[in-house]
């Protein structure tokens, strides 16, 4: 591969291909990658792999897929040696898990940690990406294949008074490495989505006070996890088999396999034995075993909140805070569902307290503690459990340049425009694991990255092989795929929801109440994975392969 760089680069910086990140995606990507020989490094902007499962490292942080199904299924050697010790594994498990695998095949060699990629510009005549490395390192690579994660950019609140806090204050994808004293103090926990959902049930029963600052409930439902004995693992891999197969024709990538009987068509008494049932069984079953009429018709999805609904209730003693716990604004499972372990119980402790700030908001933090509207309540740490910059704020952490040095962050102003999920028209050579509209974050994650990887890796194959040095999204194809995605919205209640799937974040410029963008494919895992393999069987359709 020849450049334009007056000054070439060292070899060693020079390559097929570059992943960025090493996490899930970005470790089974360059194993893929290094297996057919190819000169390709991972650049990871942190000071080791594992992503999601090295960064948050909060109390509570675990699974919310089995991790039977979230482990990779490319090998068999892998699925015999690893033991899963829980139903729904927790943080420290998970990055052991991920460090295994990257020693059992030495993968590590091929990773460069502490290097972040702060811009990339496309060479149109040397048909190659230049890689900008804070620290001043140029690297140079016909491909760039992007595994940043959906959830990899974390967004604090903005709250006046934030830097005046005298005490511990973390957002919860930055938790220290070390301990953090819990014991007998008084925390705040700003935000009950699904991280605030898990960390307050995680400290509920070892902090002095805990104050729960609620801007919007989220729906939850119990994770039943349990342990996983020597005995049911064993049982566990003799069908690895039959879990993949079932995971690729469901709609979640799960083993979830929904009720296709019909809302309308059995009785109330049927309908609710079934959920009865569900309720108390492990994971989304509560969710995805469920009549898909939940996440299209209104009236089902309906009844089926009120007896949620009923649930919260039971659960939580105080009737004034249950009734603050049900969520008013969405029916239950039209976006992903927050799952918990003893988060309602919680609000029956009489060291926690709720605090709604849609009634009384925060007007700023003080250097002893969080101010509302009605109230000052002293604390000695407060937890950040306020969301990410999904899906694509990893992408607007780097200043990437296309043709004519376009930059993709002006392009995704208003949302984002992909072919597949994986390519964007005008930006040659860039390839995106679990990209903006792809089949990846609305599913079972590890899942869909693997048919992701593959389907990348035969592209790039296909490239090299047939001496394709550049290749591209049409137009065309990016703006049906782009209408496509945006119909597939209109067939489901997410429509109507307010969260990350939907692009509201008001924690973002741009992305508050009243913004819309279309993030996240939502035909489900077996048409979109359809839909890649039939891409690819016709000359990769909607590619332009220079």
């Keep these: 591969m020849t450049t334009a760089s007056a000054q070439a680069p060292s070899p060693q910086q020079v390559h097929d291909v570059v992943v960025l990140g090493a996490g899930v995606s970005g470790i089974y990507q360059i194993k893929r990658l290094t297996d057919l020989g190819l000169n390709a490094v991972v650049l990871e902007a942190d000071d080791d792999l594992g992503g999601t499962w090295y960064r948050n490292r909060y109390p509570g942080a675990r699974f919310d897929s089995e991790s039977v199904t979230y482990g990779y299924s490319f090998s068999r050697e892998l699925l015999d040696e690893w033991h899963w010790k829980e139903r729904y594994s927790g943080q420290p498990e998970n990055l052991r898990y991920l460090n295994f695998v990257a020693n059992k095949f030495n993968l590590r060699r091929f990773m460069r940690f502490n290097t972040r990629v702060e811009a990339m510009r496309w060479d149109e005549t040397g048909r190659c990406w230049r890689l900008s490395i804070i620290g001043g390192d140029e690297v140079v690579t016909r491909f760039v294949i992007c595994a940043v994660g959906p959830l990899s950019i974390p967004t604090p609140p903005r709250?006046?008074?934030?830097?005046?806090?005298?005490?511990?204050?973390?957002?919860?994808?930055?938790?220290?490495?070390?301990?953090?004293?819990?014991?007998?103090?008084?925390?705040?926990?700003?935000?009950?989505?699904?991280?605030?959902?898990?960390?307050?049930?995680?400290?509920?029963?070892?902090?002095?006070?805990?104050?729960?600052?609620?801007?919007?409930?989220?729906?939850?439902?119990?994770?039943?996890?349990?342990?996983?004995?020597?005995?049911?693992?064993?049982?566990?891999?003799?069908?690895?088999?039959?879990?993949?197969?079932?995971?690729?024709?469901?709609?979640?990538?799960?083993?979830?396999?929904?009720?296709?009987?019909?809302?309308?068509?059995?009785?109330?008494?049927?309908r609710v034995a079934l959920w009865d049932s569900l309720y108390g069984q492990p994971g989304f079953a509560i969710w995805l075993q469920n009549f898909t009429e939940i996440f299209t018709d209104e009236k089902a999805n309906a009844e089926f909140s009120a007896y949620i609904a009923d649930r919260i209730r039971q659960r939580v003693h105080d009737p004034v805070v249950a009734e603050k716990l049900i969520p008013r604004d969405h029916g239950f499972g039209v976006q992903r569902l927050p799952m918990e372990t003893n988060y309602l119980e919680a609000y029956n402790r009489s060291n926690v307290h709720l605090v709604d700030i849609s009634e009384t908001p925060i007007q700023r933090i003080t250097e002893t503690g969080i101010e509302t509207t009605d109230a000052h309540y002293e604390l000695d740490l407060i937890v950040y459990a306020t969301g990410f910059d999904a899906i694509t704020g990893g992408f607007d952490r780097i200043d990437i340049q296309g043709v004519d040095g376009a930059r993709l962050a002006d392009k995704w102003k208003d949302g984002p425009s992909t072919y597949l999920g994986t390519m964007v028209n005008g930006y040659p050579n860039l390839v995106m694991i679990a990209g903006p509209q792809s089949g990846s974050a609305s599913t079972n994650f590890p899942r869909a990255i693997e048919t992701?990887?593959?389907?990348?890796?035969?592209?790039?194959?296909?490239?090299?092989?047939?001496?394709i040095s550049r290749f591209e999204a049409s137009p065309e194809a990016e703006a049906m795929w782009n209408q496509h995605v945006r119909d597939m919205y209109q067939t489901l209640l997410m429509r109507n929801a307010k969260g990350w799937m939907t692009g509201y974040n008001s924690n973002l410029p741009g992305h508050e109440e009243g913004t819309r963008r279309y993030i996240v494919y939502n035909g489900g895992a077996p048409k979109y994975t359809r839909t890649l393999n039939d891409v690819a069987a016709n000359g990769y359709r909607g590619i332009v392969l220079a």
């Design 159 to 270: 709250i006046e008074g934030m830097d005046d806090f005298r005490g511990e204050a973390y957002h919860t994808y930055y938790w220290p490495k070390e301990d953090v004293k819990l014991e007998g103090r008084r925390v705040g926990v700003i935000g009950t989505g699904a991280t605030g959902i898990q960390v307050i049930g995680a400290i509920a029963d070892k902090v002095g006070e805990l104050t729960v600052f609620q801007r919007r409930p989220n729906w939850c439902a119990p994770l039943n996890n349990s342990e996983i004995s020597d005995e049911e693992m064993a049982g566990i891999r003799k069908r690895y088999d039959e879990i993949f197969a079932t995971c690729k024709i469901t709609p979640g990538g799960f083993e979830h396999v929904p009720d296709r009987r019909g809302f309308w068509n059995v009785t109330r008494e049927e």
């Design 452 to 467: 992701h990887v593959d389907w990348i890796t035969d592209l790039v194959t296909y490239c090299l092989d047939h001496d």
